[in-house]
């Protein structure tokens, strides 16, 4: 069975920009890379779960998007970091779709995909939403401080650890499975 590890996208991988559109406007965390290597490392396979809503916006469509995380996979594998999947939830706020962060869709979609058990992953994130969805589906929750997690500091939903970046993210992690890399 594998253990998931479910990150947020924009603002705990790369850069926030307000409704990211192009691959020339992707930016690498500090950290970020060697945070899912690490994580690679330990042989947890690594996805990423991001609310898209540009697409239901009409901003931009499926194939901009994916020629985005084409980029955002070249840049990371350059640092020898490798996601397993990445998870897509297109709808706007208003359509009401199970997929939404903080609902459980694309994790449960996720579990389903790699066999895994969701109460068994950990959900890494910069907000609230990602807390939220952590909290859903039972599993350990890390906030990142890049991005919005800076200023998280009354969350709601409380993480259970708060980490400066995905790398120190993963170090969290590497602890909590008393592993280390391989």
């Not at 930016?27 to 490392?41: E, F, H, K, V, Y």
């Not at 919005?148 to 939903?157: F, I, P, Q, S």
């Amino acid at each position: 069975m594998s253990r998931l590890v479910l990150i947020d996208r924009d603002g705990t991988i790369n850069v926030e920009r307000h409704y990211l559109s192009s691959p020339e406007e992707l930016l690498l965390l500090p950290g970020a890379t060697s945070g899912i290597r690490r994580l690679n490392q330990l042989g947890l396979s690594v996805v990423i779960v991001t609310n898209q809503s540009a697409i239901g916006r009409g901003m931009f469509g499926p194939d901009r998007l994916k020629t985005i995380h084409d980029r955002l996979c070249d840049m990371l594998a350059e640092g020898g970091a490798k996601l397993a999947g990445i998870y897509v939830c297109p709808h706007r706020p208003d359509e009401g779709c199970g997929c939404r962060k903080p609902l459980p869709g694309m994790a449960r979609q996720a579990a389903a995909d790699f066999g895994a058990n969701l109460a068994a992953a950990f959900v890494i994130g910069d907000k609230p939403c990602d807390i939220e969805l952590g909290r859903s589906i039972g599993a350990a929750t890390i906030l990142v401080r890049t991005g919005y997690g800076g200023r998280a500091d009354g969350l709601v939903a409380k993480p259970d650890f708060v980490a400066d970046d995905l790398d120190a993210a993963a170090q969290l992690i590497e602890i909590a499975l008393g592993a280390r890399p391989s």
